[in-house]
Protein backbone atom coordinates (compact mmCIF):
# COMPACT_ATOMS: atom_id res chain seq x y z
CA UNK A 1 0.00 0.00 0.00
CA UNK A 2 1.32 3.51 -1.16
CA UNK A 3 2.19 5.60 1.93
CA UNK A 4 0.62 8.67 0.20
CA UNK A 5 -2.43 8.84 -1.55
CA UNK A 6 -3.35 11.62 -3.42
CA UNK A 7 -7.12 12.45 -4.10
CA UNK A 8 -9.06 13.03 -6.76
CA UNK A 9 -7.02 10.98 -9.12
CA UNK A 10 -7.78 14.34 -11.89
CA UNK A 11 -9.94 16.79 -12.31
CA UNK A 12 -11.29 19.20 -14.66
CA UNK A 13 -11.82 23.05 -13.87
CA UNK A 14 -13.35 26.06 -15.18
CA UNK A 15 -10.67 28.57 -15.38
CA UNK A 16 -10.73 31.06 -13.05
CA UNK A 17 -12.44 28.94 -10.11
CA UNK A 18 -10.81 27.43 -7.29
CA UNK A 19 -9.86 23.60 -6.32
CA UNK A 20 -8.61 21.63 -3.43
CA UNK A 21 -6.24 18.48 -3.67
CA UNK A 22 -6.39 16.12 -0.69
CA UNK A 23 -3.21 14.39 0.10
CA UNK A 24 -3.73 11.61 3.28
CA UNK A 25 0.01 9.69 4.21
CA UNK A 26 0.83 6.82 7.12
CA UNK A 27 4.37 8.13 6.59
CA UNK A 28 5.97 7.74 10.19
CA UNK A 29 7.81 9.78 11.73
CA UNK A 30 7.33 12.45 9.72
CA UNK A 31 10.09 15.06 8.74
CA UNK A 32 8.00 17.40 6.33
CA UNK A 33 5.81 17.87 3.66
CA UNK A 34 6.04 19.01 0.19
CA UNK A 35 3.40 19.84 -2.58
CA UNK A 36 5.14 19.69 -6.00
CA UNK A 37 3.35 20.88 -9.57
CA UNK A 38 4.47 18.89 -12.44
CA UNK A 39 4.32 19.93 -16.27
CA UNK A 40 3.97 17.77 -19.03
CA UNK A 41 7.44 16.95 -19.98
CA UNK A 42 8.79 18.52 -17.34
CA UNK A 43 10.63 17.98 -13.86
CA UNK A 44 8.73 18.54 -10.62
CA UNK A 45 8.90 21.91 -9.12
CA UNK A 46 8.74 22.80 -5.45
CA UNK A 47 5.53 24.76 -4.38
CA UNK A 48 5.82 24.97 -0.73
CA UNK A 49 7.16 22.80 2.48
CA UNK A 50 5.82 21.90 5.73
CA UNK A 51 7.10 20.95 8.96
CA UNK A 52 5.19 19.49 11.67
CA UNK A 53 4.34 22.33 13.31
CA UNK A 54 3.17 24.58 10.32
CA UNK A 55 -0.71 24.44 9.69
CA UNK A 56 -1.05 26.56 6.53
CA UNK A 57 1.65 27.70 4.03
CA UNK A 58 1.06 29.90 0.34
CA UNK A 59 2.55 30.46 -2.11
CA UNK A 60 0.97 32.84 -4.54
CA UNK A 61 -2.73 31.46 -5.47
CA UNK A 62 -1.57 28.44 -3.78
CA UNK A 63 -2.08 28.04 -0.31
CA UNK A 64 -1.35 24.07 1.50
CA UNK A 65 -2.58 23.10 4.59
CA UNK A 66 -1.64 20.34 7.45
CA UNK A 67 -2.96 18.47 10.03
CA UNK A 68 -0.03 16.33 12.03
CA UNK A 69 -2.51 14.51 14.13
CA UNK A 70 -5.10 13.49 11.22
CA UNK A 71 -2.19 13.19 8.67
CA UNK A 72 -3.68 15.02 6.05
CA UNK A 73 -2.40 17.81 3.81
CA UNK A 74 -4.53 19.77 1.23
CA UNK A 75 -3.45 22.44 -1.52
CA UNK A 76 -5.74 24.60 -2.81
CA UNK A 77 -5.60 26.51 -5.85
CA UNK A 78 -6.96 29.94 -5.90
CA UNK A 79 -8.56 31.91 -9.72
CA UNK A 80 -7.53 28.77 -11.45
CA UNK A 81 -5.49 29.47 -14.47
CA UNK A 82 -4.84 27.79 -17.98
CA UNK A 83 -1.01 27.34 -16.70
CA UNK A 84 -1.89 25.28 -13.66
CA UNK A 85 -2.66 22.25 -15.89
CA UNK A 86 -0.02 20.01 -14.41
CA UNK A 87 -0.06 17.09 -11.99
CA UNK A 88 0.45 17.97 -8.63
CA UNK A 89 2.45 15.61 -6.25
CA UNK A 90 2.40 15.31 -2.54
CA UNK A 91 5.94 13.99 -1.03
CA UNK A 92 6.68 13.28 2.55
CA UNK A 93 9.65 12.85 4.12
CA UNK A 94 10.61 10.76 7.26
CA UNK A 95 12.61 12.47 9.99
CA UNK A 96 16.61 10.75 9.33
CA UNK A 97 15.56 8.66 6.11
CA UNK A 98 17.40 9.85 3.13
CA UNK A 99 13.66 8.29 0.99
CA UNK A 100 10.78 10.50 0.43
CA UNK A 101 7.29 8.77 -0.17
CA UNK A 102 5.24 9.95 -3.07
CA UNK A 103 1.88 10.46 -4.03
CA UNK A 104 1.11 9.66 -7.80
CA UNK A 105 -0.02 12.70 -8.28
CA UNK A 106 -3.22 14.76 -8.77
CA UNK A 107 -3.73 15.50 -12.40
CA UNK A 108 -5.86 19.07 -12.71
CA UNK A 109 -6.71 20.36 -15.95
CA UNK A 110 -7.98 23.73 -16.29
CA UNK A 111 -10.51 24.86 -19.85
CA UNK A 112 -11.18 28.09 -20.92
CA UNK B 1 24.61 25.40 -13.66
CA UNK B 2 21.11 27.22 -12.53
CA UNK B 3 19.58 24.06 -12.78
CA UNK B 4 19.88 20.27 -12.71
CA UNK B 5 20.42 19.26 -16.05
CA UNK B 6 19.98 15.81 -17.83
CA UNK B 7 20.83 13.94 -20.91
CA UNK B 8 19.71 13.11 -23.05
CA UNK B 9 16.39 14.10 -22.90
CA UNK B 10 14.72 11.56 -24.87
CA UNK B 11 16.47 8.03 -25.55
CA UNK B 12 14.97 5.12 -27.93
CA UNK B 13 16.98 2.01 -27.64
CA UNK B 14 16.77 -1.46 -28.95
CA UNK B 15 15.28 -4.01 -26.43
CA UNK B 16 18.71 -5.83 -25.13
CA UNK B 17 20.77 -2.33 -25.19
CA UNK B 18 23.03 -0.79 -22.72
CA UNK B 19 21.81 3.22 -22.41
CA UNK B 20 23.70 5.52 -19.83
CA UNK B 21 21.50 8.48 -18.78
CA UNK B 22 23.50 11.45 -17.27
CA UNK B 23 22.72 14.03 -14.43
CA UNK B 24 24.22 17.36 -13.71
CA UNK B 25 23.42 18.74 -10.36
CA UNK B 26 23.23 22.01 -9.08
CA UNK B 27 27.41 23.07 -8.19
CA UNK B 28 27.45 22.55 -4.74
CA UNK B 29 24.90 20.01 -3.62
CA UNK B 30 26.25 16.93 -2.18
CA UNK B 31 22.99 15.33 -1.95
CA UNK B 32 22.02 13.53 -5.67
CA UNK B 33 18.76 11.14 -6.39
CA UNK B 34 17.70 9.29 -9.38
CA UNK B 35 13.86 8.59 -9.67
CA UNK B 36 11.76 6.61 -12.06
CA UNK B 37 8.37 7.86 -13.21
CA UNK B 38 6.70 5.35 -14.97
CA UNK B 39 3.11 5.90 -16.92
CA UNK B 40 0.61 6.60 -14.14
CA UNK B 41 2.41 6.20 -11.52
CA UNK B 42 4.28 7.97 -8.94
CA UNK B 43 7.82 8.32 -8.56
CA UNK B 44 10.06 5.65 -7.85
CA UNK B 45 13.41 5.95 -5.72
CA UNK B 46 16.25 4.17 -7.07
CA UNK B 47 19.65 5.54 -5.65
CA UNK B 48 20.58 8.39 -3.44
CA UNK B 49 24.29 9.11 -3.19
CA UNK B 50 25.95 11.55 -0.66
CA UNK B 51 28.99 12.65 -2.40
CA UNK B 52 30.15 10.30 -4.06
CA UNK B 53 28.72 6.94 -2.08
CA UNK B 54 25.76 5.58 -2.37
CA UNK B 55 24.61 5.11 0.94
CA UNK B 56 21.11 3.35 -0.08
CA UNK B 57 21.16 1.88 -3.46
CA UNK B 58 17.98 -0.21 -1.96
CA UNK B 59 15.60 1.03 -4.95
CA UNK B 60 17.62 -0.55 -7.77
CA UNK B 61 15.04 -2.30 -9.43
CA UNK B 62 17.64 -5.22 -10.83
CA UNK B 63 21.56 -6.20 -11.06
CA UNK B 64 21.00 -4.37 -14.63
CA UNK B 65 21.06 -0.84 -13.44
CA UNK B 66 24.05 0.85 -11.30
CA UNK B 67 24.88 4.21 -10.69
CA UNK B 68 28.09 6.43 -9.79
CA UNK B 69 29.21 9.60 -9.10
CA UNK B 70 32.53 11.15 -9.65
CA UNK B 71 34.13 14.39 -8.07
CA UNK B 72 30.72 14.94 -5.79
CA UNK B 73 29.53 16.00 -9.21
CA UNK B 74 27.91 14.02 -12.30
CA UNK B 75 26.28 11.03 -12.05
CA UNK B 76 25.52 8.67 -14.32
CA UNK B 77 22.99 5.84 -14.52
CA UNK B 78 23.95 2.93 -16.24
CA UNK B 79 21.18 0.25 -17.54
CA UNK B 80 22.40 -2.83 -19.02
CA UNK B 81 20.38 -5.26 -21.26
CA UNK B 82 17.47 -3.17 -21.31
CA UNK B 83 14.32 -4.62 -21.03
CA UNK B 84 10.68 -2.77 -22.20
CA UNK B 85 9.79 -2.74 -18.84
CA UNK B 86 12.45 -0.14 -18.45
CA UNK B 87 10.62 2.26 -20.42
CA UNK B 88 9.87 5.28 -17.71
CA UNK B 89 10.77 8.77 -17.27
CA UNK B 90 14.24 8.38 -15.24
CA UNK B 91 14.43 12.10 -12.94
CA UNK B 92 17.47 13.27 -11.20
CA UNK B 93 17.32 15.82 -8.19
CA UNK B 94 20.14 17.05 -5.86
CA UNK B 95 20.18 18.97 -2.55
CA UNK B 96 22.12 20.86 -0.45
CA UNK B 97 20.07 19.90 2.89
CA UNK B 98 17.13 17.27 2.98
CA UNK B 99 15.64 20.72 5.01
CA UNK B 100 16.60 23.31 2.15
CA UNK B 101 14.63 20.93 -0.46
CA UNK B 102 14.82 18.95 -3.80
CA UNK B 103 15.72 20.27 -7.10
CA UNK B 104 14.76 18.33 -10.40
CA UNK B 105 15.72 17.81 -13.40
CA UNK B 106 13.64 17.55 -16.33
CA UNK B 107 14.03 13.71 -16.50
CA UNK B 108 15.31 11.35 -19.31
CA UNK B 109 12.41 9.92 -21.53
CA UNK B 110 13.46 5.92 -22.06
CA UNK B 111 11.55 4.07 -24.46
CA UNK B 112 12.97 0.18 -24.98
CA UNK B 113 11.51 -0.82 -27.93
Known amino acids: KNQVEQSPQSLIILEGKNCTLQ??????????LRWYKQDTGRGPVSLTIMTFSENTKSNGRYTATLDADTKQSSLHITASQLSDSASYICVVSAGGNNRLAFGKGNQVVVIP | GAGVSQSPSNKVTEKGKDVELRCDPI?????LYWYRQSLGQGLEFLIY????????KSGLPSDRFSAERTGGSVSTLTIQRTQQEDSAVYLCASSLAEARGYTFGSGTRLTVV
Open chain 2, 49 to 56: FQGNSAPD
Open chain 1, 23 to 32: CNYTVSPFSN
Open chain 2, 27 to 31: SGHTA
